[in-house]
């Protein structure tokens, strides 16, 4: 085998290929925010010199319980973000009233940004209001192998009359997910879904008025929220890969606690959305 | 398709005999050049115009595609069309090999469409240029339109605009578009073709004879990951290819597809009597060997048949001499402003609605006139034309004949002239009229497992599906690879399966047209210009991009300023200087393995894998036409190593001692013959010339020898040092071999024709008009020996002597 590697390897270099890019580059620092900016949102200053913050005993075994080979479930409930009445969809340009409980609210973590047959997802979180609470559930996997029930699970939550509610969902995790399902031979079950993509009703109102239009931008301005030691989204497919490639399942607590405060935040914006709806229809 | 009963051309024939009858054909204008300029006209003959065969249409059509081609003038097909519609009915691979114009596209229109209108299945069609995807989408409309077939025909390349794909991927019938597209964003986003797919019946593939070499090699791999995903969506299409005339059509299109293929070769087309002419410029200065302009030939020639009343299409190498040629023809037959103009240009960087108007006045018979670069040698429709000029040899015989296949009308004879530039290649060929004449000599090759393309394309296979162990690829097991690809952490082993895992998309990292990933860009500086002009391979960027090259570029000369090794980047201004480069490299061959061997003559011949070592060491300065060397400049590069497959044949130390009293004359005569034979070769496999090397040395690697200012051979043990201890046997070497690293399988085609080269190469020495020796046969000679004894031809020809077959 190496041998046909140090041949390649050889044939390679001769042909002028620089040998692979060593270790990922280290995250980029974000930018700083303003200090009247800080604050405004009440933010407090964080001392600079200070590490990194380490969680006290992060744990080492993955998250979730084992559902299938392969898949872990993580499930929780929370009072917050509260359930939206029923809407008129129109901020979404979808000319329907929706029954809060058809709505399905979903995120996924992917491998990468690159697009087509080779970027994958693994993780795919879910949030919807259940038994009066909102209720999430990740489907989280651990080899390859798991996609395929990751995939079958995540398709028996999505009832018929499902309504799907994402961010940017439309032109990113809808069509990979798509993809996905296509490359394991089964139907797409999101097809034909209804789908209030929230990101173009949030360009629409506050396109100009924000720095821009992401998610973690929306949830601040909006609803005020503050992340707690997030893990950016950039690194996620770094901390799976590391774990995939026999590292540490530290770092996958960090990846579930992001993709949760996505699905809140979510359900969050969208009872902003669905709150004004119902006001203006009172009027 | 301009061979058929095509309503347009008809009415620009009949226009063009109400306007103003020829007042002689192809024929009468041969006999009046022959007449003329005998002495420049080095080959002549005549192609014997053919009956048309002629087929009634399938029963088996469906109806209404019938009707279509009726109310377009089409009653019945060529003998070749039909044959070719009983094979694909026969669910047989096709490959249609006929000269150009003789209506190939029919060939695969009518099983494609008829199966879109009978089963709704789906067709891709490639094509190497985007113009010839437009054409053949326009007339694929005109077509549908004719019949009301309600067939989708659509070309899909980077111009496509993104909001049109998703409708194209959806309800396209007929997807137009072309290897890159393929390969970078159709494979790599299957999923999103995936009803395209499930339904795709027919892949058709135009003008594969230009698929060879290291793009062919490409091709076939994006072939094997194209049948890969479709046996993902459970169907195996059926293959319909089309060819120019090479010498091995089956064999080639089987090489691509890997899969048995049917050839046609019999056209039964009409075409009219054609009449060939292969010319050299007149000598001018006798001294130096030194010959007129092509340039200046192929106006007369061209001036002379427009004044003759017959349509001319001069076909020029660059986009300059387009440019000049056609100021050149406008300056005598544009001179009158008040009246349309005669002469057109037509060339690549033209936006499309221009050349959409020139192709319409064209097949109007509005213009007398065109001047045009390869971008009018495929199948783009002009109309019935009279004459053809090549300014120059495009670089292989089945294109010559391409070019020339443009003119041909079926009454009337037609003339193609071939006007050789003083390149070595071009001087060899138009003295020999036998290339032209017989079988096409050339065999389109392609390496489809060389092992860095392999790898790129395992790569971007494993992008698409996953791998699984033991799964084959192509005719390889793809393991041992895969298990590079998963060391390199892109892939990831889980179990039996290898699956794609990096955040990357490896197609945009593979170019089609080099092997592995170093190239080099050209980028011009000139006037704050910063673009790119070009690419350069690894391999040859030491050879061609060092600081103060003259780099040649379409025939446009540009000075390299700066060399950015490590960012690969070279960049270059224009510039107007009166000499060329020539890079001075040492380069040192040892044999690793020999794979095959028998004996060549007095000597052996061989074919294995090298070990070359590479310095540029400088360079020189040469003035052009005159070949003086009028300077050096020093170069300070990276020695380069590569491993790569290589023919060498060897004399053993009694013949050499009983053929020359020196050793300096052995070598003298290895180093040119070693040039005579490095240009037969370039022909023999359709090779570029700097995609195949010559070197000669010790066979063990001890030394190896070269060209010192006056054409003798230098003996070097190591780099820089000159002088080689002459002790020990003295076995050498002639080595040709491929320039990319693993090779490019041009050297194992060499080995079988090894006889048929050496044979050439002696012809070529011989037969050479020039005294001592030249660039057209063994290399420039600087300070010409006046003793024929000693001179480099006659050396040349004592060692080619030697190892030629007995």
């Known amino acids: ?167 940017n969902g439309k032109s990113y995790d809808a069509p990979l997910l798509k993809t996905r399902f296509r490359l394991h031979q089964r139907a797409c079950p999101l097809e034909g879904l209804m789908h209030i993509d929230l990101l173009h009703p949030v360009r629409r109102r506050w396109c100009g008025a924000w720095e821009n239009c992401r998610l973690a931008t929306a949830e601040r301005q909006l609803l005020q929220v503050v992340r707690e030691d997030d893990l950016p989204g950039a690194e996620a497919p770094a901390a799976w890969l590391g774990f995939l490639r026999g590292g540490s399942a530290g770092s996958l607590h960090r990846v579930a606690r992001h993709n949760s405060q996505d699905l809140r935040s979510l359900g969050g914006i969208l009872h902003r959305f669905a709150a004004d709806d119902d006001a203006s229809a009172c009027v | 398709m301009n061979a058929l009963p095509n309503p347009l051309a008809q009415r620009a024939v009949r226009g063009d005999g109400a306007l103003a009858a020829p007042a002689s054909g192809g024929d009468q204008l041969a006999r009046r050049l022959a007449k003329r300029y005998g002495d420049r006209i080095t080959g002549s003959f005549v192609l014997p115009g053919r009956e048309g065969q002629f087929a009634a249409l399938p029963g088996d059509m469906p109806s209404a595609l019938a009707q279509a081609l009726r109310s377009r003038g089409i009653g019945q097909l060529y003998a070749h069309q039909a044959q070719a519609w009983n094979a694909t009915a026969a669910g047989e691979h096709v490959v249609i090999a006929t000269p150009t114009a003789s209506g190939k596209s029919l060939c695969y229109t009518l099983p494609v469409i008829s199966a879109a209108i009978r089963q709704r299945a789906k067709a891709l069609f490639l094509f190497p240029t985007k113009a010839l995807a437009q054409d053949q989408v326009a007339e694929l409309l005109e077509l549908n339109q004719a019949g009301d077939l309600g067939v989708k025909a659509f070309t899909f390349d980077g111009d496509t605009p993104g909001d049109a794909r998703q409708a194209i991927r959806l309800h396209g019938d007929i997807v137009v578009s072309n290897p890159d597209m393929l390969h970078q964003a159709i494979l790599p986003h299957h999923t999103k073709w995936a009803q395209f797919f499930e339904n795709l019946r027919y892949v058709v593939i135009d003008e594969v004879h230009t698929y060879r070499g290291v793009f062919g090699s490409h091709v076939a791999n994006v072939l094997r990951r194209l049948q890969r995903v479709c046996a993902f969506y459970g169907v195996s299409p059926q293959f319909i290819l089309c060819s120019a005339t090479i010498g091995n059509p089956a064999e ?24 060939v002419l292969l010319w050299n410029p007149p000598v001018v200065n006798p001294d130096l060997g030194l010959r007129a302009s092509a340039r200046s030939q192929s106006n007369r020639i061209a001036r002379t048949a427009i004044r003759a009343g017959l349509k001319t299409l001069v076909f020029a190498q660059s986009r300059l001499m387009v440019e000049v040629l056609t100021k050149y023809l406008k300056d005598v037959f544009d001179n009158d402003p008040r009246k349309p ?37 495929l199948g783009v429709d002009i109309g019935a034309l009279d004459v053809v000029v090549l300014n120059g040899y495009p670089g292989s015989v089945a294109a010559t004949w391409q070019r020339f296949g443009r003119a041909g009308r079926r009454q009337q004879a037609s003339l193609g002239v071939l006007v050789a530039s003083s390149d070595p290649l071009d001087q060899y060929l138009v003295r020999h009229p036998e290339f032209f004449q017989g079988a096409p000599p050339e065999h389109a090759r392609i390496a489809a497992d060389q092992p860095l393309i392999l790898l790129d394309h395992i790569r971007c296979a494993a992008f698409e599906l996953p791998f699984k162990d033991g799964e084959l ?14 060391e390199e ?3 990831h082993q889980e179990g039996e399966r290898f699956e794609w895992i990096a955040d990357s998309y490896p197609a945009n990292a593979v170019s089609l047209r080099s092997v592995a990933d170093g190239n080099f860009v050209v980028v011009d500086r000139t006037d704050g210009r910063q673009t790119i002009v070009a690419e350069v391979d690894f391999s040859a960027a030491s050879l061609t991009l060092y600081e103060g090259a003259i780099h040649m570029i379409q025939s446009v000369p540009y000075q390299v300023e700066r060399l950015d090794w490590n960012g690969r980047k070279a960049f270059v201004t224009r510039t107007n200087v009166d000499y060329y480069t020539d890079a001075i490299d040492y380069t040192k061959l040892k044999v690793l393995e020999a794979f095959d061997g028998s004996p060549a003559g007095a000597g052996s011949a061989h074919h294995g894998e090298v070990h070359v070592a590479r310095r540029v060491a400088g360079y020189k300065k040469i003035r052009y036409y005159t070949h003086e060397n009028i300077g050096y400049g020093p170069v300070n590069l990276p020695d380069l190593e590569l491993h790569t497959t290589a023919v060498w044949w060897q004399l053993p ?31 023999a496999v359709m090779a570029e010339a700097r995609d195949l090397q010559k ?22 043990s190591a780099f820089g040092e000159e002088g080689a201890p002459m002790l020990g046997p003295f076995i050498p070497t002639l080595y040709l071999y491929d320039a990319f690293p693993g090779g490019v399988g041009l050297s194992a085609p060499l080995f079988e024709r090894r006889e048929d080269l050496v044979r050439l190469a002696r012809e070529l020495v011989q037969r050479c008009d020039c005294r001592a020796g030249c660039p057209a046969c063994v290399g420039p000679v600087l300070a010409v020996d006046e003793q024929n004894e000693r001179s480099l031809k006659s050396l040349a020809t004592r060692v080619l002597d030697l190892i030629v077959a007995l």
Request: hydrophobic share 45%; proline share 9%; aromatic share 6%.
């Open chain 1, 1 to 167: 085998m190496s041998a046909l590697a140090d041949k390649l390897r050889g044939l390679r270099r001769q042909a002028g290929v620089q040998p692979p890019a060593p270790a990922p580059v280290p995250p980029r620092a974000r930018p700083e925010l303003p200090d009247n900016i800080r604050q405004l949102l009440g933010i407090r200053q964080r001392a600079k010199s200070s590490p990194p913050r380490k969680v006290a005993g992060e744990p080492t075994a993955v998250p979730g319980e084992t559902i299938a080979p392969g898949l872990q479930l993580c499930e929780a409930r929370t009072a917050w973000p509260p359930m939206p009445p029923a809407f008129h969809a129109a901020f979404a340009r979808i000319d329907a009233v929706i029954d809060p409980a058809r709505l399905v609210l979903f995120d996924t973590e992917t491998t990468g940004l690159a697009g087509g047959t080779g970027t994958r997802a693994f993780m795919i979180g879910v949030g919807d209001w259940h038994e009066g609470a909102f209720r999430e559930r990740q489907l989280l996997i651990t080899t390859l192998a798991g996609e395929a029930a990751m995939l079958d699970h995540f398709a028996s939550w999505l009832r018929p009359d499902a309504v799907l509610v994402s961010y």
């Open chain 2, 695 to 716: 070197a000669v040395g010790s066979g063990d690697g001890a030394w190896f020898a070269t060209p010192d200012a006056n054409g003798r051979a230098q003996l070097r």
């Open chain 2, 653 to 683: 130390q009694r013949a050499l001692e009983q053929a020359f009293d020196h050793r300096q004359e052995a070598l003298d005569g290895f180093l040119a013959a070693a040039h005579a034979l490095h240009i037969v070769a370039t022909v």
């Open chain 2, 252 to 275: 080639h299109a089987s090489a691509l597809i890997e899969q048995p293929v049917t050839a046609i070769t019999e056209s039964g087309a009409p075409v009219g009597e054609k009449h």
């Open chain 2, 473 to 486: 690829f192509g005719p390889q097991d793809a393991t041992p690879w895969l298990q590079v690809l998963a």
């Open chain 2, 489 to 491: 952490g892109v892939l």
């Open chain 2, 341 to 377: 103009p005669r002469i057109r240009a037509y060339r690549g960087g033209y936006l499309p609605t221009e050349r959409r108007a020139a192709e319409r006045e064209m097949r109007a018979g509005q213009v007398d006139g065109i001047v045009s670069t390869s971008a009018l040698e």
